[in-house]
């Protein structure tokens, strides 16, 4: 986290150490790094920042990092909230608990005080969901 908010609003001054903590082996790393796009990239909504982050969901062997990655998207759309739930909407119906729980911080996060109305649809249906952390 401490990383993370080093490089808060630097953008692509925080690529070269970003590319340097996913490429490590330790998943305690590669967390921190997801974090800190979100932090370097907080509410541009860049296209760059979306990729690499989805990259690190769909490809990353930890569930912690997968997470970071989801909730770290909030962070990337807290100025754009609106449109988050569209990239969000396939995630929340992952088999994988983390990332659910990752779609509903970074919801939560972009979406912090706006009640929008896409995003509490998303939520809702993990009120009832099987497991207790995602609830």
Known sequence: MACAGIWFQKEEQADP?????????????????ALMIGMAYCGTSQAKAIKKLLHVISTDVSDDVKRAAVMALGFVFVNNHTNLPKILNLLAQSYNAHIRYGVAMALGISG???AHSEAIKMVQPMLNDTVDFVR
């Not at 340097?20 to 967390?31: F, K, S, T, V």
């Open 17 to 33: 150490a970003i590319e340097e903590m996913l490429n490590q082996q330790d998943a305690i790393l590669r967390y921190g790094a």
């Open 112 to 114: 912090a005080g706006k």
